[in-house]
């Protein structure tokens, strides 16, 4: 450990009841940055719901008006508060995340602070590429697959979907939050790289594992038909790969690190 590491971590001691003031600090901002969300996103709780159906617009078609229903009078308003917390927690994450790291910084060497730059851009990103994936491409193609299974015509009896707003709300939000947190996977493993817990060749050898647990973890996650299954575990899969470049560039900043410390010691 070098002097200036040293006093890096002398200067930033501070006594117990210092570091609770600073987290109540940081919770209370957190509480009120995603309040304030919430009461903005409840005011139009309508139209980003109205934004959240047009995968189902796209399913439907012009065959017919879109129709959803509620069955208690209480139900569309919960929904609404269910649908303003999911909407605040997305847009007060960079408040989180940054309210997290100005907690935890301090504790941190200078390069493990500059090393946490690239994950706090690469969690929402990710998070919103796999929302997009969602709302674009899985979505429409998922309630397609369901929508076939009406039954119409004449001579036979009518068999037609009609949903309700808190269910399909339900599976948005699952299939977001699901698709969210696995696209999370470089971030994880590159940072448990960083620790020392992984390495690019276990996580090779564990491939056949990985793939396993990822039809697995799919069918768990999503909806019971193929098209939402594959549309999450062939993306995971994909990340897994990337997850293993992103986990070699790191053992080679390291090796770099420690040979450059090997010429100056």
Known sequence: MSDTEKDEIEGSKAPLIEHLIELRSRL????????????????????????????YESAVG????????FTAPQEYFFTQMKLALFGALFIAFPVIASQIYMFMAPGLYRHEREAFYPFLLATPILFATGAALVFFVVMPLALQFFLS???????VAQIVHL???????????TLIFAFGLVFQLPVVLTLLARAGLV??????????????????????????????QLGLA?????????????VKFVEKKRLERDLEGDEFS
């Open 28 to 55: 209370l901002k957190t509480v009120i940055a995603v309040l304030v969300a919430f009461l903005i996103c409840f005011y139009f709780a309508s139209d980003i719901f109205n934004i959240l159906i047009m995968p």
């Open 163 to 173: 949903p309700k707003v808190s269910e399909y709300l339900g599976l948005v939000m």
């Open 149 to 155: 299974m009406e039954q119409t015509g004449e001579g």
């Open 62 to 69: 012009d065959a017919r008006p879109v129709e959803m229903i």
């Open 199 to 228: 390495d690019a060749e276990g996580l090779k050898a564990k491939r056949k594992y990985a793939v396993v647990g990822t039809f697995v973890m799919a069918a768990v996650l999503t909806p019971p038909d193929p098209v939402s």
């Open 234 to 246: 062939v993306p995971t899969l994909l990340l897994y790969e990337l997850s293993i470049l992103s």
